[in-house]
């Protein structure tokens, strides 16, 4: 399903972390942006455009000024930010001068954006650069934004980038595999989730929102990011910038990290995208009390009213549903694999933790992400 999703992406917003772009010593990693930059240039000749959203300023200039610690007050983060923008940049210049690609800086503050003018004109000017094939590599512009009008950190300056410059896909670099259950570092046995069907609270708490008790460093504000980027109808997908060719497996839609798709106001869209353009890879019987309830009540489908379940399919599956009479009448989203909804068949939804181990939630397919054919 991803690979019908990918396939129609034809620009997309590259927002890289500071902990990607800098080794263990805080100096620009010129590795890792040459590998990087060899990757944006495949991208640039299947004929996708790409914007970059690149951290690194402040760490680039700690090094460089020989700060040991991370600058604290506002006018030495901004020094280090002055010092360090013109490193990044000439690093971004370097890497992609080999593959006969260019390099565009652009700067930009909240006020910026917030100003219909300038956002408009912020538009225009990203257009014009693609255009003539040049790479825009946006930052804040860390030097003259105070506390009070800051962006905050550039995952949300990367969601309002996808809106600015009309983009089909936001990816996210960082020094983590995707979203996972727990926080990898102190639960072992957290797991990868390869689809958030939507950013819910339930999401938003298990990435150290209010409440958490497993908040992730940075998590949050990925998340956070996705949803606002899901709000114009943008999915997101966050991988680790730390692997070989993640960038290109990501944007050819291998199941890589964690695929974010919108919710909300994206909806109507995404309905027509599950029940046109997905390809269906598995099958699910239901019997006459769950056929009612999705057809007359607008429920979900839960697993006490499977009866029977075909086909191999990953969770996030495009999956028709089937009456007993053998028609069909609805296609959805599956939150559990084929071989998870095979042992989930005709149970409650209280069981299903204790059946797993783990659980996804209550339901088969949510309301949301099925589609009454
Ligand atoms: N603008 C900052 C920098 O370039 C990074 C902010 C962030 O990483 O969120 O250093």
Known sequence: MRKELLKTVKRVVIKIGSRVLTDSAGALDMAVIGRICGEIAILHQKGLQVIVVSSGAIAAGRSELGLTDKPRTIPHKQAAAAVGQTRLMLAYEKSLAPNNLKAAQVLLTSEDLSSRQRF????????????????PIINENDTVVVEEIKFGDNDNLSALVTNVAEADLLLILTDIEGFYSADPHTHPDAVLIPLINGVTREVERAAGG?????????????????????????????????????????????????????????????????AYTLKPSGR???????????????????????????????????????????????????????????RLIGCNSTEIESILGYHYGDVLIHRDNLVLL
């Open 120 to 135: 408009l004109n912020a538009r225009a000017t990203l257009n014009a650069l693609l255009s003539f094939g040049i790479i």
């Open 210 to 274: 209010s409440g958490s008790t497993v908040g992730t460093g940075g998590m949050a504000t990925k998340v956070a990011a996705a949803k606002k980027a899901g709000k114009n109808g943008v999915s997101t997908i966050m991988v680790s910038g730390k692997l070989n060719g993640i960038i290109v497996s990501a944007l050819q839609g291998e199941d890589v990290g964690t695929l974010f798709l919108p919710s909300g106001i994206g909806l109507n869209r995404r309905k027509h995208w599950i």
């Open 284 to 342: 699910i019987t239901v019997d006459d009390g769950a056929r009612n309830a999705l057809l007359k009540k607008g429920k979900s489908l839960l697993p006490s009213g499977v009866v029977k379940v075909e086909g191999r399919f990953e969770r996030g599956a495009c999956i028709r549903l089937y009456g007993l009479d053998g028609v069909e009448f609805a296609r959805g989203l599956s939150d559990y694999s084929s071989a998870e909804s095979v």
